[in-house]
């Protein structure tokens, strides 16, 4: 399978997530490309994979705020034809926050309502991969099983 995985990230928090994913994903024999949200170009993004994961830190007090990078490629979503696709979505986020990882509702039903399959409830996490490293393995795990 090809995987595509897409993450925006203001600390390097989710971008830790989306490189650890990328390994082990890769490492059980699939074909990946991580891809920082501020390289990606919304029009036929996710052309040419068989599966596509979404990270992005989050914030915010009235409501969700994706990270720059992320919002920019978010606003041209209709555009990553991603209908059919499996997919599923990633944040880390600080639990200080009403919104804790909104990123992960907020894209979750923006993938559905564009026709994407959902493989497995989004992963959130406070942190980095080192701090949530089983987590985070243990949804890869889930999402192999699920590709």
């Known amino acids: ?14 971008e830790s997530l989306a490189e ?8 059980a024999g699939h074909e990946v490309k991580v ?3 501020s390289e990606a170009v919304a029009e036929g993004l996710c052309n040419g994979y068989d599966a596509a994961l979404f990270g992005c830190s989050a914030w915010g ?3 969700v705020e994706l990270q720059g990078d992320f919002n920019s490629l978010f606003e041209e979503f ?6 059919g696709k499996k997919a599923a979505c990633f944040a880390s986020g600080d639990s200080s926050f009403e919104h804790y990882c909104g990123a992960v509702d907020v ?16 992963l959130r996490v406070e942190g980095d991969y080192s701090s949530n490293k089983d987590d985070v ?7 192999i099983a699920a590709l």
Request: hydrophobic share 45%; net charge negative.
């Open 78 to 83: 209709d555009s990553i034809g991603v209908r």
């Open 1 to 14: 399978m090809k995987v595509l995985i897409v993450y925006g990230s203001e600390t390097g928090n989710t």
């Open 137 to 143: 393995d243990a949804w890869g795990i889930k999402i």
């Open 20 to 27: 650890a994913l990328g390994e082990q994903i890769q490492a």
């Open 107 to 122: 894209i979750g039903e923006k993938l559905n309502a564009l026709g994407a399959v959902l493989m497995e409830e989004g």
């Open 61 to 63: 007090t009235d409501e």
């Open 35 to 37: 891809l920082n949200a």
